[in-house]
């Protein structure tokens, strides 16, 4: 079945480093690709997406690129601050039609001062 | 406007009561999904809804698991004879409709059973 694996964490980083967290996944088909993050105390949020191979989705800095061909999804930034302290979340929506999530384990990034 | 609101945040309850857990989605939006996330993992698919019926339950566990959402909003999820492997956080998320649309989350309910 169609599955998502990311990078273990955690990561640490000092501030204004440069992040990458890797993402692969398995699936039958082309399915869209998400990038949720969970904030301390807060839920799920969607953080960047995209629908198509070689599309970047990018927010906050953030950016990603569907690898069709490496079948991957990295998440980058360029230089992170302490603010982006959290745990990232891979996900694929499965093509069943119903959109259903399938995400990865997660990665915690800590960000230093 | 608001966003997805789940009742009760915590819940502790006793190995094998029977436990409810409530879910408000954004007003309009018709898809309205559940997740379950145990420690140190992410969110598992638990069941999905378009409307008021359940298009695909098949994320449920085993048969004590049942949801339902009788008017198309408001969803609970009903665990019976609840046992320590239930133990998660249990999260819901709504979308405007079931295709591409992005889903919301809410905060979700930690339920700990003892």
């Known amino acids: 079945g169609d599955s998502v694996t990311q990078m273990e964490g955690p990561v640490t980083l000092s501030e204004e480093a440069f992040l990458t967290i890797n993402c692969t996944y398995t699936a039958t088909g082309y399915p869209s690709l998400f990038w949720y993050v969970q904030y301390p105390g807060e839920g799920l949020q969607l953080l960047l997406k995209?629908?198509?191979?070689?599309d970047k989705g990018s927010n906050k800095g953030f950016e990603a690129t569907y690898r069709k061909e490496t079948t991957s999804f990295h998440l980058e930034k360029g230089s992170v601050q302490v603010s982006d302290s959290a745990v990232y979340f891979c996900a694929l929506s499965d093509l069943s039609g119903y959109n259903k999530l399938i995400f990865g384990a997660g990665t915690r990034l800590a960000v230093h001062p | 406007g608001a966003g997805v609101s789940q009742t009760p945040s915590n819940k502790v309850t006793e190995k094998g009561k029977y436990v409810e857990l409530r879910c408000d989605p954004i007003?309009?939006?018709?898809?309205l999904y559940w997740y379950r996330q145990s420690l140190g993992q992410g969110p598992e698919f638990l069941i999905y809804?378009?409307?008021?019926?359940?298009?695909?339950d098949s994320g449920l566990p085993n048969d004590r698991f049942f949801a339902v959402r009788p008017e198309g909003s408001v969803s609970t999820l009903k665990i019976q004879r609840t046992e320590r492997g239930d133990s998660a956080v249990y999260l819901c998320?709504?979308?405007?409709?079931?295709?591409?649309?992005?889903?919301?989350f809410g905060p979700g309910t930690r339920l700990t059973v003892l």
């Open positions: 995209a629908t198509k191979a070689d």
């Open positions: 007003s309009g939006h018709t898809a």
């Open positions: 809804f378009q409307g008021t019926g359940a298009a695909d």
């Open positions: 998320a709504s979308s405007l409709m079931d295709s591409t649309d992005t889903q919301y």
